[in-house]
Structure formats: C-alpha cells, structure tokens
C-alpha cells in the first residue's frame, strides 16, 4: 500500500513538473494586468501598487466616487477595489470619521499589529495597513471633528509579507499627502 500511494505522489510531481516547464517553454510570462497610470481618485500609481497585485489576465480598478469628495461629508465613506481576474487584490478605503475615538482597527488588525509611523498613529498587519489623520480638529469639547481614516488591504497570496510590510506605508503616506488638499482640510 505505501508503495502505491509513493508511486502515485511520484506522478502527481512528475504532473506538476510538467506543466511548470511547458508553461515556462511556451514563452507565456505571467505579469500583473495593465492598469491605468494612477489608481484610486489618482492618489497612487499603478506602478506603486502592482508589487502587491498577482498575476493574471485582466485589471480592473472599482472606485467610487471617482474622487475623494470636497469636503467628504462626516461619516461619508469611499472605497476604491482592484480586482484582478474578477477576484479583489487590493482595496483603499477612506471614511471621515466625525471623532477620533471611532478609529479603530482591532477587529482587523488581530492581536498584535505594529505601529508605523504614518498619520497620528498607523499600524500594520500582515495583509494591511491603516492610518489616519486630523483634517479638522474639534472646535469645543465635545470632540467633534474631522479624522480622515486611510484602511489598505491586500488579498494577494503570491506577496510576502516582507514586501507587503515595506509597500503599504509608502502608499499610506502618499494617500495622506494627497487627501489633506483634495479634501480642504485645515
């Protein structure tokens, strides 16, 4: 019985092997599918995000609106979704937070995330990355303001986590640099 189940793994590897070398012969390279220069109201570039996209057919880019809104309205959210063959890869969402104790990313973030420093306070994670910063501070003591939250998310499994850890703050601080006058903030 061992001998048949060593004899059929000896295949399966053979298989495998198989394919992987005619895929390599035929000349086909699987790459990340084109997209446009920059993605995500225009925020970040595609060349940018690419490292964290895997390989496939077809890009395609979902945001909406199709620009961060000025002023975003309090409690107003946009998310901006790549989906590469049909599947999510790599999501930003930006929500207006009208107090700062609302951000918050523990049901994300697991356990043990660490900070980054991006915004007033960023954190990482093994498959995202979030910040946020104050676009207009509280005028009384209420604490009511305006804290423009910055959420990234990676569903690739081809990254490792090295790189998606080296990748997700640049993006994070571009997106803050890029929101502060596309949204009015103070």
């Not at 970040?44 to 979902?62: H, I, M, N, R, Y």
């Amino acid at each position: 019985m061992l001998r048949i189940k060593s004899i059929a793994a000896a295949a399966t590897t053979t298989v495998i092997a198989a394919t992987a070398l005619t895929s390599c012969s035929s000349g086909e390279k699987s790459s990340v599918p084109e997209l446009p220069k920059n993605i995500c109201w225009g925020a970040l570039g595609s060349q940018d995000v690419a490292p964290l996209l895997p390989t496939g057919k077809k890009a395609l880019e979902l945001t909406k609106p199709t620009a961060l809104p000025k002023p975003m309205p309090p409690g107003s959210s946009t998310l901006c979704t790549i989906s590469i063959d049909g599947l999510p890869s790599f999501q930003v969402l930006a929500w207006n937070r009208s107090y700062e104790k609302w951000v918050k990313w523990d049901s994300i973030a697991g356990k043990n995330p660490d900070t980054i420093d991006v915004g007033e306070k960023g954190l990482i994670w093994p498959n995202g990355a979030a910040t946020y910063f104050v676009c207009e501070p509280p005028k009384d003591a209420s604490g009511r303001g305006s804290f423009i939250e910055f959420r990234l998310t990676t569903f690739s499994t081809e990254n490792p986590e090295k790189e998606i850890r080296r990748i997700l703050p640049e993006l994070l601080r571009t997106l803050v640099t890029f929101a502060g006058p596309k949204l009015g903030c103070q």
